[in-house]
């Protein structure tokens, strides 16, 4: 198990927010046109993303590929083809300026962009005045090449060899690359400046195209920071443990929580101990083919499914239903989100995700600071973090790719207007990684949302409405809404 299904998006909540009570995006600036050879683009009428046939059949999307260089220090080399559907706004500016979305991982598919946006309120919302663009990251979902390995590869490093063996340049996909190709989009498709939204490994993404590329930016949104020239692994055990003793202490000080689910971290420590002696084996439904799963459950895999449950607001109040249903022997909840969690692991690229990681990284963790990245957390989890930890970096200690030549991702210093979100239950990138990086943003603005999880503007409609009115008028957005928040559990 690794963490690549923990930095990516999921639709949860957005669907129900009421958007009636957030604001539409202020009117486009004028644009420039100016397109070289490279980068290109190349309009199809077919959609690779899965988006509703009324909008192609309106043409209200525009779709194709942005034709980008494998190495941006090499214009007339390679080339790489990245996966485009642009939103077209619904105030008739063509094209005018656009908001650019981009997903986590790293790897991660923007399938669920595309899915989101299939929701007409949230659609109208979103694209009232501003064109919405989604992409595939280079090596993701529907770009081309598509960074994927037979079957016959077992481990990462085996399907790294197998990629080289076909002429991949593992080298090519790291952050930097990532950067200069959000650029090359709004440079083919003949945009003035872009609306960022970036969210978990997007934000790292945003921040570089910050440093990289200022000119191409009027204002960014970063929720759920992974601040530059952190390894995520070592702040990840504490940040899970925190998370998860907001958690019980949410549930204790909740009096329908407490009454229906007394002492709920005891009940945590004793199922991990019970379970690690003696797995369980849940059925569930893997949602690519329909077909009945066995999968085993021990107690340090229910450490990992907390800590991806974590990431969703929506998820986190069925926590200790979840806890409780399984510490009594019914599973019924676990094999939904089993089946959740399978969905998610698949729609993640992990060549992608530790070609960019090992190459972003400096992965030479020695045991002993390994085991100080778990020292102080809870008990429970401790194993099953540093496994974790252990894991990634074993990955990309003997990860194939070499010679980046980019420059090293340090800490950012920058006076683009940017709203930076933080949440009290975020299970990876905790509160003080937003406020650490927002400390350096000099137009900036920090809003912690004290009852949610990963990807808080995605998921919940407090954070959807700063996001918002943050882009329509880039000042210090109204937080009041953050004030009156609370978990919402489940019964």
Not at 97 to 120: E, H
Not at 420 to 440: C, E, H, I, K, W
Request: charged share 15%.
């Amino acid at each position: 198990m690794t963490r690549k299904a923990m930095l990516i998006i999921s639709l949860v909540l957005i669907v129900v927010i009421n958007f009636s009570a957030v604001p539409a995006l202020a009117a486009p600036s004028q644009t420039v046109s100016a397109q070289s050879n490279v980068p290109r683009f190349e309009r199809h009428s077919a959609c690779t993303f899965p988006v509703a046939q009324s909008l192609v059949t309106a043409r209200r999307v525009t779709c194709g590929y942005v034709v980008v260089p494998e190495l941006h220090n090499q214009p007339n080399g390679k080339t790489l083809r990245l996966a485009v559907v642009v939103y077209k706004n619904y105030a008739a500016q063509s094209p005018g300026d656009a908001i650019v979305l981009l997903q986590g991982g790293p790897g991660g598919s923007s399938d669920v962009f595309a899915d989101m946006l299939n929701y007409t309120n949230l659609r109208h919302t979103f694209a009232a005045n501003r064109d919405v663009i989604v992409f595939d990251q280079r090596g993701v979902g529907h770009s081309q090449p598509a960074l994927t390995c037979p079957p016959s590869s077992q481990t990462a490093l085996s399907c790294a060899r197998t990629l080289q063996s076909q002429g991949i340049n593992l080298a090519a996909y790291n952050t930097a690359e990532d950067a200069a190709d959000v650029n090359d989009i709004r440079i083919a498709l003949g945009y003035n400046k872009l609306d960022v939204y970036g969210v978990s490994y997007g934000t790292l993404l945003a921040q570089v195209l910050m440093r990289d590329h200022p000119e191409a930016i009027r204002d960014v949104v970063l929720d759920s920071v992974v601040p530059l020239g952190v390894d995520p692994d070592l702040g990840a055990p504490s940040a899970f443990s925190q998370a998860l003793t907001n958690l019980f202490a949410a549930c204790a000080a909740n009096r329908a929580c407490n009454a229906t689910y007394p002492d709920l971290h005891g009940v945590f420590s004793r199922l991990v101990a019970r379970l690690n002696s003696r797995a369980i084996r849940v059925r569930t439904t893997d949602p690519a083919n329909g077909k009945t799963v066995t999968l085993p459950v021990d107690g340090n895999t229910l450490v990992g499914i907390l800590h991806e449950g974590m990431y969703y607001s929506g998820e986190l109040g069925a926590l200790p239903k979840l806890l409780y249903q399984v510490y009594n022997g019914n599973y019924t909840l676990l094999s939904q989100i089993l089946a959740d969690n399978i969905a998610t692991n698949e729609s993640v690229s992990d060549p992608v995700y530790y070609a960019v990681e090992c190459s972003d990284m400096v992965r030479t963790l020695t045991p002993p600071q390994i085991h100080a990245s778990v020292s102080g957390v809870l008990p429970e989890i401790a194993t099953a973090e540093s496994s974790l930890v252990s894991d990634s970096q074993d990955v990309c200690r003997n990860w194939p790719a070499t010679n980046f030549n980019r420059p090293p991702l340090t800490s950012l210093h920058s006076n683009l207007p940017t709203l930076v979100l933080g949440a009290d239950f975020d299970p990876v990138t905790p509160p003080a990684y937003s406020r650490a990086v927002q400390a350096n943003l000099s137009h900036s603005y920090y809003v912690e949302l004290p009852a949610d999880a990963h990807a808080s503007a995605v998921s919940e409609s407090c954070a959807f409405g700063l996001m918002l009115r943050f882009l329509n008028n880039p000042t210090a957005p109204d937080a009041s809404c953050a004030a009156s928040q609370q978990v919402q559990f489940a019964y």
